[in-house]
Structures are given as C-alpha cells and as structure tokens.
C-alpha cells in the first residue's frame, strides 16, 4: 500500500469536525470522564491523535504492523538499541550514519553492548563475529555517503539462521523505493528529517515494527523514554509524505541524469551512484530499490584535494552548502570537513571518503538548472587556472 493514492487516502479525516487536514492536537493532556474512562487518549506522551495518524501513515508505507514517531532520527534508534541488555551483542554495517556510530560506542558500549562493525556488503565478514550473543544485525542501504548496496533479503536469512533482528536503517532509499519489511527486516527506522520529511523544516524520527510482539516493545520504550515527536511536526511529516512519491520520482530522475553526466566529466574521478551500471552491486539495488536509485550522488575529484572540493561546493548556485539531504531543495556538502570530519582522515580514506569527494542531494528544481549550476562549478576546477582572471 503505498500508491500517492493510497498515502493520500489513508490519512484519515477528522471525524470530529470532517477537517480534511489532520488538526493538530496541540495539548499535553486528555479530559477524562472518570477516571480510566477516556477516548482513547489520556496523556500526550503516551499517545496523542495527530501522532497516531502520521504512525499509521508510516506503518502502511512501510508495510509493518505498527510505526512510531519520535523527536529525531537518533531518539529513533536509541529506543531500538533499548530493546537490548548488558552483554548483547550488535553486528553492524562499518560506515553506518555518524551520529549511530557515537550512540553505540560512546554511549552503549559504556553499559555493556559490543558491536562489531563490518562491510555487510560480503556476508563472510558478518559470519566471523555471530555468537549466541549476537541480537541484532544492523544494515544501511545504500550507504552514507558512498552509496554501498548490501542484498537485505540476503542478510535478513542471516539473521533469521541465527536468531537476531535485521534492523534497516531505511532513510537513504525513503520507502517510495524501498520497503526493507517486505525483503525479510524486522524493523526500519528512519530519519523522517530527510525524504519523509522532504522540506528540510523539522528533525523527526520514525521506528517501524514487523511482528506486534516487536510493537508492543517499542511502544512500551516510546513511553518510558518519552523522546516522542510533537503534534505540529507530527502534522508537518503528514504533509510532506503526501508528495513523497512524486518528489522522489522527480529527485531520482535528476539524479541519475546528474551522475551520468559526472561519470564523462574529465575532472571527475569515481562516481557513487546505485543507479549506474558502474556501480558495485547496481544488480541487487535494482532487485531491493524499485524504481528509484534516490536523489543523493557522491563523486572525488581526480585531482583530489581538499581545496578542489571547496571551491566546488561554495561555487554553486542551486545546490547549497548544508548537512541534511532528500528535500525539495537541492544541497550538497564535502563529508571529509562536515559530516565525517570526527573519523580519522586513515578511516576516511579506506572507506572511500577521499579530500575531495562531494555529496550532492539532487531537489525538485528544473533537471536543467541543476546540470547547468554542477557544469559551471566543475568548469572552475578543470579550466587551467591562467585562464579564470578575467
Ligand atoms: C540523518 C540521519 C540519521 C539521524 O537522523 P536525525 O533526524 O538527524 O537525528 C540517521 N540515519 C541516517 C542514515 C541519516 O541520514
């Protein structure tokens, strides 16, 4: 169920006054009629109605049996590591989202979880670290920012074999391309702040469970720990998943146009771009993502300095200088400074993070603006430099 038809129709509308829009519930508590005796709602950090419509929304998408919204994408996949005890142990994908990798290790590792980071892209690499210990499997497809594709189907029979949860951390596909659920994950999370989201105007979290054993856990966490997401951004996600399928058509489509044209550019040396042939595993992801390889691009220089990829990325004119990615408008960043600057420069460049290499998230703006405003800054590099004064 995840047609724009469907999305838009199952949000629900509100039968209390026949809104078309969702209201927003902005109130911390519930009237009851005595006590116990309520509508169903009692206090807002247990539940709260425009948060439940934007759950049930997600939960549809995602083809799970329940969703659960939360302040941001890390308070998301803190509730899911809170599944775990002293002594368990995670296995998870070695260039997984920054701030995942610093609440492991930093914060989780302190009270006794062990994780074992590999490239789940080979599933020999996941088989040297199982245990009995080992509770959950951890995956990210494509990738931050180089765009590795590992087979979900494949790891989650991993899982199943040994007796641990697949999670996928689903935020880079966005479920209008892919649905980790229906490939055998037990849960997905999501950073809603980026494709859910889609306009780049509020952090928000998402859990999605498979089983209802799994949603009662998460349920029981979500109010323990309270990191829930309030009912304005709750009704800012609604809307911007109405348009999630065709802003990520549009997205995909430029994309692909925009890392073709760089895979011939002669100042370009690698391309990441799940949708080219050249890619490593281009065969699963189009066997895992249907219809659409995502709006984010990573490309390095083939002169690859750091110097190179400033000029690049304050040259340009659409795509602009931001962390985030996956909304309307264009940006684009350089990991080794912004978002991978905290990983030793040894670790970037072994992980395929070069001095030079560029994240772009390709917007809904004209597919032509955006090729124009990359072929400008690209020529800034490749022209030999006598030849820029003017
Ligand atoms: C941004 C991001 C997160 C964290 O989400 P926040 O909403 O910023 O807390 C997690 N995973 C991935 C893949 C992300 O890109």
Same mark, same amino acid.
């Given at each position: 169920?995840?047609?724009?038809?469907?999305?838009?129709?199952?949000?629900?509308?509100?039968?209390?006054?026949?809104?078309?829009?969702?209201?927003?519930?902005?109130?911390?508590?519930?009237?009851?009629?005595?006590?116990?005796?309520?509508?169903?709602?009692?206090?807002?950090?247990?539940?709260?109605?425009?948060?439940?419509?934007?759950?049930?929304?997600?939960?549809?998408?995602?083809?799970?049996?329940?969703?659960?919204?939360?302040?941001?994408?890390?308070?998301?996949?803190?509730?899911?590591?809170?599944?775990?005890?002293?002594?368990?142990?995670?296995?998870?994908?070695?260039?997984?989202?920054?701030?995942?990798?610093?609440?492991?290790?930093?914060?989780?590792?302190?009270?006794?979880?062990?994780?074992?980071?590999?490239?789940?892209?080979?599933?020999?690499?996941?088989?040297?670290?199982?245990?009995?210990?080992?509770?959950?499997?951890?995956?990210?497809?494509?990738?931050?920012?180089?765009?590795?594709?590992?087979?979900?189907?494949?790891?989650?029979?991993?899982?199943?074999?040994?007796?641990?949860?697949?999670?996928?951390?689903?935020?880079?596909?966005?479920?209008?391309?892919?649905?980790?659920?229906?490939?055998?994950?037990?849960?997905?999370?999501?950073?809603?702040?980026?494709?859910?989201?889609?306009?780049?105007?509020?952090?928000?979290?998402?859990?999605?469970?498979?089983?209802?054993?799994?949603?009662?856990?998460?349920?029981?966490?979500?109010?323990?720990?309270?990191?829930?997401?309030?009912?304005?951004?709750?009704?800012?996600?609604?809307?911007?998943?109405?348009?999630?399928?065709?802003?990520?058509?549009?997205?995909?489509?430029?994309?692909?146009?925009?890392?073709?044209?760089?895979?011939?550019?002669?100042?370009?040396?690698?391309?990441?771009?799940?949708?080219?042939?050249?890619?490593?595993?281009?065969?699963?992801?189009?066997?895992?993502?249907?219809?659409?390889?995502?709006?984010?691009?990573?490309?390095?220089?083939?002169?690859?300095?750091?110097?190179?990829?400033?000029?690049?990325?304050?040259?340009?004119?659409?795509?602009?200088?931001?962390?985030?990615?996956?909304?309307?408008?264009? &940006?684009?960043?350089?990991?080794?400074?912004?978002?991978?600057?905290?990983?030793?420069?040894?670790?970037? &460049?072994?992980?395929?993070?070069?001095?030079?290499?560029?994240?772009?998230?390709?917007?809904?703006?004209?597919?032509?603006?955006?090729?124009?405003?990359?072929?400008?800054?690209?020529?800034?590099?490749?022209?030999?430099?006598?030849? &820029?004064?003017?």
């Amino acid at each position: 169920m995840s047609s724009t038809t469907d999305i838009l129709h199952s949000i629900p509308v509100d039968e209390l006054t026949g809104s078309l829009s969702v209201p927003v519930y902005q109130t911390a508590t519930f009237v009851q009629e005595a006590p116990g005796v309520n509508k169903g709602y009692d206090y807002a950090r247990s539940g709260n109605p425009t948060r439940h419509a934007l759950e049930s929304v997600v939960a549809k998408l995602e083809g799970g049996h329940s969703a659960f919204a939360f302040a941001t994408g890390l308070a998301a996949i803190d509730s899911v590591i809170k599944l775990l005890s002293t002594g368990d142990e995670i296995i998870a994908v070695d260039d997984i989202y920054g701030g995942a990798y610093r609440l492991f290790t930093h914060v989780y590792q302190k009270l006794g979880i062990k994780i074992h980071y590999v490239d789940t892209t080979d599933d020999d690499n996941i088989l040297k670290f199982v245990n009995q210990n080992t509770k959950l499997i951890w995956i990210e497809s494509p990738t931050n920012p180089t765009l590795k594709i590992t087979d979900i189907a494949h790891v989650s029979k991993i899982a199943k074999s040994i007796n641990a949860l697949l999670v996928v951390d689903n935020t880079f596909a966005s479920p209008a391309s892919q649905k980790p659920i229906q490939l055998g994950a037990d849960i997905v999370i999501h950073s809603a702040t980026k494709y859910l989201g889609g306009h780049s105007d509020l952090l928000a979290g998402i859990v999605v469970t498979k089983t209802e054993e799994l949603s009662e856990k998460i349920k029981f966490i979500q109010n323990a720990s309270g990191g829930i997401l309030g009912p304005w951004d709750c009704f800012l996600a609604i809307r911007g998943i109405e348009t999630l399928n065709l802003r990520v058509e549009r997205q995909s489509e430029t994309a692909y146009k925009i890392a073709h044209f760089l895979e011939q550019h002669e100042a370009v040396d690698q391309v990441h771009y799940p949708g080219l042939v050249s890619h490593k595993n281009h065969e699963i992801a189009k066997k895992q993502q249907k219809g659409s390889f995502g709006s984010i691009i990573s490309f390095s220089l083939k002169d690859d300095t750091s110097e190179n990829a400033v000029k690049f990325v304050t040259s340009t004119k659409y795509f602009k200088l931001a962390e985030s990615l996956g909304g309307v408008k264009s &940006l684009l960043c350089q990991p080794a400074q912004m978002t991978h600057a905290s990983v030793p420069r040894e670790k970037r &460049l072994s992980s395929g993070i070069q001095d030079s290499l560029i994240r772009l998230s390709c917007g809904i703006e004209e597919t032509e603006d955006l090729l124009n405003d990359i072929k400008k800054a690209l020529d800034l590099i490749s022209k030999p430099k006598n030849k &820029l004064v003017v």
